[in-house]
């Protein structure tokens, strides 16, 4: 375990160290203050690994956003059906998953819109949505 980590944060120093990278903003769970997610004690619920993975793919189709909204959305939509799909999780964490989940439908219908300054912003906000993830679910 302690060269895992070890391992992960010599990575991280050293693609910290390149002059081509992006700095992400840390997301703070107030600053998600339209979700009406529960923690006990502060900690993140279980999700099963279908799950992680489901928004994982998600965040990546956003960050490879290549200008097709429709294709985007249509993308978004069949990972959104699969991760519904392969869910096992049960139990209170499945409620607060659900809680989790369902903003994301309006931000993709607001990708789908005809206005692509509308659906852009609608981008950025999923990809917020979708990178607290991690706040909320290991």
């Known amino acids: ?9 010599i ?4 693609t910290s160290c390149t002059t081509n990278t992006t700095e992400v903003n840390p997301i703070k769970i107030s600053d998600l203050d339209y979700m009406e997610i529960t923690l006990t004690n502060n900690k993140p619920w279980i999700a099963n690994i279908e799950t992680t993975e ?5 965040l990546t189709l956003v960050q490879n956003f290549s200008g097709d909204y429709t294709l985007l959305h249509s993308s978004l939509e069949l990972e959104f059906q699969t991760l519904f799909m ?4 049960t ?8 809680n989790y989940l369902i903003p994301m439908v309006a931000f993709f219908e607001n990708i789908a819109k005809a206005d692509d300054e509308f659906s852009a912003s609608a981008i950025a906000e999923l990809e ?4 607290a993830y991690s706040l909320f679910f290991e």
């Not at 990575?11 to 050293?14: M, P, Q, R």
């Not at 489901?54 to 998600?58: D, E, H, R, Y």
């Not at 392969?86 to 999780?89: F, I, V």
Request: proline share 0%; charged share 10%; glycine share 6%.
């Open 1 to 9: 375990m302690k060269t895992l980590l070890s391992l992960l944060t």
């Open 86 to 89: 392969k869910c096992s999780m």
């Open 128 to 131: 917020i949505h979708l990178r």
């Open 54 to 58: 489901g928004v994982s793919n998600m």
């Open 91 to 98: 139990g209170e964490a499945h409620n607060q998953l659900h």
């Open 11 to 14: 990575a991280l120093f050293l």
